[in-house]
């Protein structure tokens, strides 16, 4: 097993750990070469999807899952520029980390680029962030869900395991709590890059009252094709929520008014979302 779970971490990368602890990504020219990486394993493909590697704090720990675990998408907006990149917002993940609680790597496991209303930015753009086997961390370390049958088993299987790279993983017990389990380990986060809430202290980079913004119908469509290719390719996911449904947060802004138009959109290509 630790021979699996330190493959699964750095397959299809030479990334070296630095004295740091960091694990550096490869040059930008070379990630250019070859922009697209479509995973043939897809049963269809609605959306392409931009794999990368990423700089990796070695020395935080993280939890692998089964993807049978995950049954909900999470949306979020990343209060970034539109133009942020998804190396950008990992950068941005890994400094919010301390001595006492560093972050791994990037907290979403897939980046949407895509304008604003009279925006531009280069081609719309969809990146993997977390490998979906690796726990994320958007939906709150404090929040807790019910499990279903499926999810009981498995994790009375202890097929949840957390640690450090080059460490044997480990059982965490505390991972659920009368019954529930850290939402994280059920969900999967989606950010779209931008700021889609108001402008106040604590967002400065928000929107004024003037000038809202919302996701384009580009962006509504994106969302509902990536959603669509996941459920398609996992189907146990069956849900589209939001960050501010599991605690008190402005995320995702306006894209939150849109969920219901996006169920519909990935409707049409053949998923249901409740």
């Known amino acids: 097993m630790k021979g699996l779970f330190i493959l699964l971490l750095i397959s299809g990368s030479f990334a070296r750990a630095d004295e740091s602890g960091f694990v550096s990504a490869p040059n930008v020219s070379q990630l250019m070469e070859y922009p697209y990486e479509v995973n043939s394993e897809w049963p ?45 917002i990992n950068q941005l993940h890994l400094a919010r980390g301390t001595s006492d609680d560093p972050w791994y790597m990037i907290a979403y496991s897939y980046v949407i680029n895509s304008p604003y ?40 299987e202890k097929k949840v395991l957390c640690g450090k790279e080059n460490e044997e993983p480990k059982f965490d017990p505390t991972l659920v709590k009368e019954g529930k389990i850290k939402a994280n ?12 809430s ?5 967002n400065p980079g928000g929107y004024s009252k003037k000038a809202p913004r919302y996701p384009t119908a580009k962006t509504q469509d994106m969302i509902a094709r990536l959603s669509c290719q996941l459920q398609k390719k996992y189907p146990r996911i069956k849900y589209i929520k939001w960050h501010s449904y599991y605690h ?27």
């Open 44 to 88: 269809v493909e609605l959306i392409n999807i931009l794999k990368i590697s990423y700089q990796r704090n070695t020395e935080a720990s993280f939890c692998l899952r089964p993807t049978e675990m995950v049954d909900t998408i999470v949306l979020h907006h990343s209060e970034t520029s539109s133009t942020a990149t998804a190396q950008y």
């Open 185 to 196: 380990v059920t969900t999967l986060g989606i950010v779209i890059n931008g700021n889609y």
């Open 248 to 274: 008190s947060t402005s995320c995702p802004g306006t894209i939150k008014s849109y969920i219901g138009q996006i169920k519909t959109k990935a409707k049409r290509y053949g998923c249901d979302f409740k």
């Open 198 to 202: 108001p402008f106040s202290s604590t």
């Open 117 to 156: 209303s009279g925006g531009s930015i280069p081609s719309p753009l969809v990146t993997e962030g977390r490998p979906l086997e690796i726990v994320g961390a958007h939906a709150g370390s404090n929040v807790f869900l019910p499990m279903d049958e499926e999810q009981k088993r498995l994790w009375a």
